[in-house]
């Protein structure tokens, strides 16, 4: 997907370039004539894919709803260019305005935390293999 | 809010960091694509009325790209009211940057 947005916004770039020159070179030579129709049209077309290569190469969405998006992160893993807190939701701003309190991990340092998204059926998973293997581990 | 909505949300709770994603990734389109439509409402020559309708008319089309090919025709599991956040989202936060392009561009080449 990502080549496809790059090359969308590739040539929505290289036609809107030329339509602009093109009626540059128009309005330079016959001043207060309307366009010609094939330079309207090569504009229109060019940020139609522009604005669709825009769309392509944004990143994906996620899922609003609790129970969808940690079920995606149960099937599919986290998978993110980000950084996550240990309540398993991605940190999007540049970090966490009240760190200077140092309750990260709870007060006085005990893990009260708030837990968000579990994996429960992944744990329950370990939990069969270590019983499989006779609770050694 | 009603306590019938205040109940929904209870049964049915919402990630915040994915609605504030979501949103950022909606606004950040907006803000590309308004001023893209500003280059081409400007080298039409378009003035006054039907600038802004061409403006409109483009924020449509956006929605209905993001619609879709970044929902799956699902708005409603990605935005909490996917008419005002989908289809009118941030439509005239963009309408600034589009007037800035506009403009610029009319005067390049027209005036």
Redesign the interface.
Known sequence: MAILGTALNAVGLIF?TH??YS??EH?ATFAHTP?PLDI?IE??VS??V???G???S????????????GGKIAREGQQSEGKWTKEG????SEGDGFAFLGLDNGIGGDGEGRRGFWDVSGKRKEYAEWVKTGGKK | MSTFEERELAINPIVVTSVQHNTQVVSNIRNLTASLFGVAAGTLGLESYPGFIFYLVGSFIVSALIFALRTDGKPGDYFHRPLGDLWGGDVFNGLSSFVLTWTLFYGLLRA
Do not use: D, G
């Open positions: 809107l339509a602009v009626s540059h309005t366009l309207t504009l229109l940020i139609l522009l604005s669709a825009i769309v392509v944004s990143p994906q969405l996620k899922p609003i709803q609790w129970a969808k998006w939701e991605e940190i999007l």
